[in-house]
């Protein structure tokens, strides 16, 4: 397989599709929310988070089981059913489609695997393993939170300030790099 290409997707107020609705979608619907998605859930069977977050308006819900036409409209598509029969069938009608698809923990049905991401304020720092062993990623997220220094969000604060400083009083680009390179390797070599 080839290398996959990282990237960062602005979900906000884009419909995302999910089937199934387990603790593991809960996870996922959790994380798509925070991205500002509109997610649409659709199961058979559906967990007490993703029923209060329905009663809550956060999301939609129709409490039955996939059917084709379902992916129709959405910007991406999350099959989180645990069953490999139905997330080929969500697969292959989002693929028809052009729409990108993960399955969780189902690699033969993804068009793109989802990271563990690291979070601390404005700053993420995404592991993959390549779909390999999205175990081994989650234990490295837990290891990098637990021994990256502390003032890692406040310095991302301070270099989007002082970026916008330098971009105000150095006309040349390549000057405004060489600058804001130089006062972020300071700073971190003071936070390490």
Not at 49 to 65: K, M, V
Request: charged residues 30%.
């Amino acid at each position: 397989m080839p290398e996959l290409f990282p990237i960062f997707v602005n979900l906000q107020r884009r419909p995302v599709l999910v089937v199934g609705a387990g603790k593991v979608a809960a996870r996922k619907v959790h994380a798509l929310k925070l991205a500002g998605a509109d997610v649409y859930v659709i199961a058979p069977a559906v967990c007490d988070e993703i029923r209060a977050l329905a009663r809550r308006n956060e999301i939609s819900l129709e409490e039955r089981a996939f059917r084709k036409g379902d992916c129709e409209g959405a910007f991406i598509v999350i099959a989180a059913t645990g069953d490999a029969a139905v997330n080929a069938a969500v697969r292959a009608e989002a693929e028809s489609l052009n729409i990108p698809v993960n399955a969780v923990d189902d690699p033969a049905n993804c068009s793109f695997y989802t990271p563990a991401v690291v979070r601390i304020g404005d700053l993420r720092i995404a592991i993959s393993t390549q779909g390999n062993a999205p175990g081994l990623a989650a234990m490295l997220r837990e290891r990098l939170e637990q021994t990256l220094p502390q003032g890692l969000e406040k310095l991302v604060q301070d270099a989007a300030l002082q970026r916008a400083r330098i971009r105000e009083q150095e006309p040349d680009e390549a000057e405004r790099s060489r600058k804001l390179r130089e006062w972020v390797k300071q700073r971190l070599d003071e936070l390490f």
